[in-house]
């Protein structure tokens, strides 16, 4: 079946103008450098020799039909799974040893395609949960109420303030997060996010079950997080969105990277059109 969002796209199509699959440069500036990726699981190739650069301060969209591999890079960027082959080098260093609390020390965070809040807690309490890579005071520090302590969790719940003011949900800081819509939950999921102070975020669907007011709103401030220097990946279903906000798209089919390049060139590629309208 034909979704909305791939009408959407063809319809945005200009016309036919192969581009070329670039050559991965490594520059010393770029914040990511993914080279020569490759994860099998079982017989099933989901990443297939995927290299590519990103510059910061820039949105790249990752598009591609469904099963393309544009999750399983994602965990392989976070640490959730090694390459089979392959590297991944955040700021110039490589990441293969690093732990995933390590690579969100180090400024790499996240959003998930399923809201993964904790649903008994308030959004203030989940967001100073996304805080807690960039606090000292640890168990012993919450037990013994040490003065130091209690003047950075006073800062700690500031800061998460300001997050969801910057989200727009301070109305509902205090409610539990499973009590809200999703549109919210997904909200605060990126205040949680930006909780840690990220350098790169990666955000997996996050206009995923969201209506098009939502979805206009979190472009918006998708716009405003690029306003704080925040460099992000964004996969997204939504072609309107990836294609209206991201500075430049990288399409993955069946694990291999098909196209990189401006959202203009990408709608004009021969081959990503027929990867999308191939798939009736
Ligand atoms: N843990 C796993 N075990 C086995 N196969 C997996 C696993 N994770 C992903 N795959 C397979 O790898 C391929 C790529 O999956 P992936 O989820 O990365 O694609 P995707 O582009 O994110 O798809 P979608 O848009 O549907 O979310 C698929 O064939 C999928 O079934």
């Not at 990441?95 to 807690?121: D, N, P, W, Y």
């Not at 003011?165 to 205090?174: I, K, M, N, S, W």
């Not at 997996?204 to 206009?216: F, H, K, Q, R, W």
Request: include cysteine; charged fraction near 25%.
């Amino acid at each position: 079946m034909v979704t909305d969002s791939v009408k959407a796209f063809s319809k945005q199509s200009l016309g036919s103008c192969d581009i070329e699959c670039p050559k991965d440069i490594t520059r010393s500036h770029d914040i990511l450098n993914v080279r020569n990726l490759t994860k099998m699981f079982g017989g099933v190739t989901a990443q297939d020799d995927i290299s590519f650069s990103i510059e910061p301060g820039i949105v790249c969209g990752l598009i591609g039909p469904n099963g393309a591999g544009k999750t399983t890079l994602f965990n392989m960027i976070t640490g959730i799974y090694r390459p089979d082959s392959g590297q991944v080098l955040f700021n110039g260093r490589p990441t293969r040893k690093m732990a995933v609390h390590q690579l969100v020390r180090a400024g790499i965070a996240r959003t998930f395609q399923h809201v993964e809040l904790f649903g008994s807690m308030t959004l203030l309490e989940n967001v100073l949960v996304g805080m807690h890579v960039r606090t000292k005071s640890g168990f012993w520090g919450a037990v013994t109420r040490m003065p130091w302590v209690m003047r950075e969790e006073r800062r700690a719940r500031e800061k998460a303030m300001d997050l969801l003011e910057f989200t727009g949900l301070t109305q509902y800081a205090h409610r539990p997060a499973g009590d809200l819509p999703v549109g919210r939950q997904k909200m605060a999921e990126i205040a949680r996010a930006l909780a840690s102070e990220p350098k790169l975020l990666l955000l997996d669907e996050p206009a995923a079950g969201l209506n098009p007011v939502e979805t206009e709103a979190l472009g918006k401030l998708i716009q405003r997080v690029k306003e704080r220097a925040v460099t992000m990946m964004l996969v997204e279903h939504d072609m309107s969105l990836a294609m209206g906000i991201s500075d430049k798209v990288i399409v993955l089919d069946r694990g291999k990277k098909l196209a990189e390049g401006s959202p203009r060139e990408v709608q004009n590629n021969q081959a990503v059109m027929e990867a999308y309208l191939g798939r009736g």
